[in-house]
């Protein structure tokens, strides 16, 4: 079976560095050179704006690092995580497993660099729609979530026919 130039693995890779140098330099410009700080909320639609958030925790806020030795232990556990992701990504057999892969990779080590860098995540866009408000994200959150929606639609979707033919050409 030919994968061409672009495998899994390099594909993954790619993804990694394309999602965690997006991620920094949207960061890097919003709050250095825009200044989104002083400027906010930036009302881009009336349901989305861009503001600056702290976030000291993971996901919704939760697992709150106040402390130093609460920070580096969020950031031993991310890298932890990414390396463990890094290990499946390296077995990937499919270029959408290694994309979805590389996606999650770069949007962990983004998230852990504004982490390592300022003690927090620092996210920006915010949807809402009268008093319903959804987390505050930045574009390392949306690589992660796409990068599981695309492992999610590979064993939903792909997998299992495949597993199926493979189950047929064996009888």
Not at 37 to 62: H, W
Not at 148 to 162: A, E, H, I, M
Request: proline share 2%; glycine share 10%; aromatic share 12%.
């Amino acid at each position: 079976m030919s994968q061409g130039l672009l495998n899994p693995r390099l594909l993954g890779a790619l993804a990694a560095v394309a999602t965690l140098a997006a991620d920094q330099s949207n960061k890097l410009w919003l709050i250095f050179s825009y200044g989104i700080e002083t400027r906010q909320p930036i009302r881009l639609a009336p349901f989305f704006d861009v503001i600056f958030a702290k976030n000291p925790g993971i996901s919704y806020s939760l697992l709150r690092a106040q402390s130093g030795t609460e920070r580096f232990a969020l950031l031993v556990l991310t890298l932890a995580a990414t390396v463990c992701i890094g290990v499946w990504l390296w077995r990937a057999e499919t270029k959408i497993v290694g994309l979805g892969l590389g996606l999650i990779v770069g949007g962990a080590l983004g998230n852990a660099c504004d982490r390592l860098a300022y003690g927090f995540v620092a996210d920006f866009y915010h949807f809402h729609l009268g008093s319903f408000s959804w987390y505050v994200f930045n574009l390392a959150d949306v690589a992660i979530v796409a990068g599981v929606g695309l492992l999610l639609y590979d064993s939903l979707f792909l997998t299992r026919k495949t597993g199926e033919a493979e189950g047929v050409a064996r009888q």
